[in-house]
């Protein structure tokens, strides 16, 4: 729309990347439907022939106290996609990619570039809103003297309905050391935990309820020799060859996480990455001065790191049990490692078996003969290996994606389209998987965590990972930045609690007709419509059929 000569708007969803380098293609999107307690979320891009500064923007809604407004960021990337990518990106060249928001308030208005579209991102919170009926959303566009450069006009109809509580597992792997170095705090200290608890929040907020706990300095992407900040909870003290353990720190994370809205508990890696060959690192007091006791020295199978699990183990499941977390606590052995290392990581399994063999115990890897011959009770294969796993009839399974999930299936690159991240929602539903894992919330170093980056200015690990695989949130001044790829997650998250709600009332096969509606195929991890309208409609059309039951 053009209301100032020369200003023009569009009203799109939150599936369409908006670049500044190209021509708005996808249609406009003036309504949407939302359940009595979700986030919905839509843009409105503007373009200007000049160059303009300051402009306010203004929100008039009986909904305003659930709006929030954001302007969507550019940030470089100089590796959107590998050698051998597949065609479902929106672009493959280095440039400019839309993905921070950054909220208003913290801007002195936005700004229109010559002949560049941008946008600002419109979320609608409806936690807690108890409403129902649609509702126009009014946006005004005006310039720095008080004129009106653009308007559009957004409907969103609230269905008397709530989604029910989510219960898949999700985890985004925290990493507390990065908000240290990047901040520059000292790890733990008091502005530590302040950081922790405003990065737990978001992460909550966003369909996380599981989060990474570091017993001990987590043993992941880190160059084999080379080490990561410390920051390990369980405070440790040797007397000979007995081992003495403090958990106030840990029980101090366990209630600032479970008061952020985290349910679930996944306790860092008791083994190095790629085959648990090696201990995490630990620090120990011994005899008044803190020292490594083991780490990549240490050979995991060796008698010393043996007896210290031996006699931890056993005071941190006492610990779950005063701390009500039976439930709720999940293991690591070691994070993906392959079939040559089948030997090591069996006899980490049976050490860890000992103590846990109650309790969840899970990792990401792909080769069924860890699971098959027993050493681990919940395989997490990445989604391009799943179907193995599916066709087995493994129970509670999970799956993950990272850098190396690039072909068909779901990912979150700069590069992808949007629906590629959302599509992961209907793909768990439909095929009962329980949980998803992703190693990257908040990794601002390069690759083996050999220095810290700028995620503003570096979003590929220091060029080793596609941009948007390393991190879902950027460091703001005053805590976390979000991102269009944190939200669509969340959208997608949100879908499997609708399909969920809609399945309570109908039964979960016609809910799975109703997915496969139209489908010359049917809907799997690597056959689904790669058309935007598609996703939007999908979800449209389970709103309505919801709508159907929200006065029984």
Wanted: hydrophobic share 35%.
């Amino acid at each position: 729309m053009e209301v100032s000569h020369g200003f023009y708007t569009r009203v799109l969803s939150s599936l369409t990347k908006v670049f500044p380098d190209c021509e708005l293609t996808d249609q406009p999107v003036i309504t949407g439907t939302a359940l009595g307690n979700e986030t919905f979320s839509f843009q409105v891009a503007y373009k200007s022939t000049w160059h303009l500064k300051q402009i306010k923007v203004n929100v008039e809604s009986a909904l305003n106290e659930w709006v929030t407004v954001r302007s969507v960021g550019l940030v470089p990337s100089e590796l959107p996609c590998v050698h051998d990518q597949d065609d479902i990106v929106l672009r493959k060249t280095p440039g400019l990619y839309p993905d921070p928001l950054y909220p208003l308030e913290e801007t002195e208005g936005i700004t229109a570039f010559p002949g560049q579209w941008r946008s600002i991102w419109i979320s609608v919170d409806l936690k807690n809103a108890k409403l129902s009926g649609s509702y126009p959303i009014d946006i005004t566009f005006e310039s720095a003297n008080s004129e009106i450069l653009g308007r559009e006009v957004f409907t969103l109809e609230v269905i008397a309905l709530e989604l029910p509580e989510q219960t898949t597992y999700h985890t985004e792997w925290f990493h507390t050391d990065c908000l240290a170095t990047y901040y520059n705090v000292e790890i733990f200290s008091e502005a530590h935990w302040r950081l922790i608890e405003q990065y737990v929040h978001t992460a909550a907020t966003h369909g996380v309820n599981m989060i990474l706990t570091p017993l001990f300095t987590p043993p992941l992407d880190t160059e084999v020799g080379g080490e990561r900040p410390t920051v390990q909870l369980v405070d440790v003290e040797a007397v000979g060859d007995t081992y003495h353990f403090s958990f106030e720190k840990l029980e101090r994370w366990i209630t600032l996480c479970r008061e952020q809205g985290i349910k679930y508990f996944e306790f860092s890696h008791l083994f190095t990455q790629w085959g648990a060959k090696h201990a995490p690192k630990i620090m120990v007091n011994d005899q008044g001065e803190l020292k490594r006791r083991f780490g990549w020295e240490t050979d995991a199978a060796g008698e010393d790191y043996h007896q210290f699990l031996h006699q931890f183990l056993p005071k941190l499941v006492a610990f779950i049990d005063e701390h009500q977390l039976e439930r709720n606590s999940f293991f690591h052995i070691s994070d993906e490692p392959n079939g040559e290392d089948l030997p090591c990581y069996q006899r980490a399994s049976e050490i860890i078996y000992q103590h846990l063999a109650d309790f969840p115990i899970m990792d990401a890897l792909s080769d069924y003969r860890f699971y098959e011959k027993g050493f681990v009770k919940n395989p997490i294969p990445a989604n391009d290996h799943i179907i193995p796993f599916l066709e087995k009839g493994v129970e509670n399974l999970w799956t993950y994606y990272c850098n190396g999930q690039k072909n068909k299936v779901s990912n979150r690159f700069f590069a992808m389209p949007s629906f590629r991240t959302r599509i992961l929602g209907l793909q768990l539903y439909k095929f009962n998987v329980i949980g998803f894992l992703h190693w990257g919330y908040n990794f601002w170093y390069s690759q083996y965590s050999k220095k810290p980056i700028d995620p503003f200015k570096n979003t590929d690990a220091n060029y080793s990972f596609p941009s948007g695989d390393a991190f879902l949130v950027y460091p703001g001044e005053h805590g976390p930045i979000e991102s269009i790829r944190l939200e669509v997650l969340n959208d997608a998250f949100q879908d499997i609690r609708a399909l969920q709600l809609l399945e309570s009332y109908t039964g979960r096969q016609r809910v799975i007709e109703i997915l496969e509606e139209g489908l010359e195929h049917e809907l799997t991890f690597t056959d689904y419509p790669l058309e935007l309208d598609w996703h939007l409609l999908k979800r449209e059309r389970i709103n309505r059929e919801l709508k159907r039951y929200q006065h029984m």
